[in-house]
């Protein structure tokens, strides 16, 4: 079964330090999600990709948060500074198009410490 | 206001018992719903989808109420291994899932 890979599993990072985690799709799925989900808590929409662009971003904060998909392909989401609140699991997502259902990569989960 | 709201729980229940949970949804454009589970430290992975005249996958059943947004999952008896966060989900067009909290699940031997 196809999957989609995260990297890496875990992160254990400093307050404001730069951080990255990886996503690669399944192959061919045009629709790339990041989700962050705070302990106890459902997984929150950060980015939306459709193809290299950018769909919707209106819950990343972008005054620390950045994410690319440069070649349509697989996607890095950054921190830079890290805080503590930023301490939760990162879940990466990708459907064939928009509107189909996700599979989800087994998530990085970051420490801010 | 939380767009889905659920009862965090847990909810420890016996073997062989049946639990039920309940889900609300404020925004009534949805127009696709589903029940995720997830596993302590694992992604969430898709149970079941959610239809109006309601759906059955063997002990589970869905049921959804547009008129109340209200949607529900039953579980018939209980295993072990359905200890988990049952994540409550719900979509409007081809926008991206809106999550709840989840209710946790402990079966108890």
């Known amino acids: 079964e196809a999957e989609v890979a995260q990297s890496p599993r875990y992160k254990i990072t400093e307050k404001s330090q730069a951080v990255a985690f990886w996503c690669d799709p399944i192959?061919?799925?045009?629709?790339l999600y990041w989700y962050r989900q705070i302990l106890g808590q459902g997984p929150e929409l950060l980015v939306q990709?459709?193809?290299?662009?950018?769909?919707?971003d209106s819950q990343l904060p972008k005054d620390r948060f950045s994410a690319e998909r440069l070649k349509g392909v697989d996607s890095t989401l950054k921190i830079q500074p890290a805080e503590l609140g930023d301490s939760a699991m990162y879940l990466c997502?990708?459907?064939?198009?928009?509107?189909?259902?996700?599979?989800f990569g087994s998530g990085t989960r970051l420490t801010v410490v | 206001r939380k767009e889905v709201e659920q009862d965090p729980g847990p909810f420890n229940v016996p073997e062989g018992a049946t639990v039920a949970f309940n889900c609300t949804y404020s925004?009534?454009?949805?127009?696709?719903f589903f029940w995720y589970r997830q596993d302590c430290r694992k992604e969430p992975k898709l149970l079941m989808s959610?239809?109006?005249s309601g759906n059955e996958d063997g002990r589970f059943t869905a049921q959804l109420n547009r008129a109340s947004q209200y949607i529900s999952l039953l579980i018939r008896d209980s295993k072990l291994s359905d200890s988990a966060t049952y994540l409550c989900?719900?979509?409007?067009?081809?926008?991206?899932?809106?999550f709840g909290k989840g209710t946790r699940l402990s079966v108890i031997a």
């Open positions: 997502a990708s459907s064939p198009e928009t509107g189909f259902g996700y599979t």
């Open positions: 989900v719900v979509r409007e067009g081809n926008t991206p899932l809106v």
């Open positions: 990709f459709q193809d290299e662009s950018v769909v919707d």
């Open positions: 192959s061919g799925h045009a629709t």
């Open positions: 959610v239809y109006s």
């Open positions: 925004n009534s454009a949805s127009q696709s």
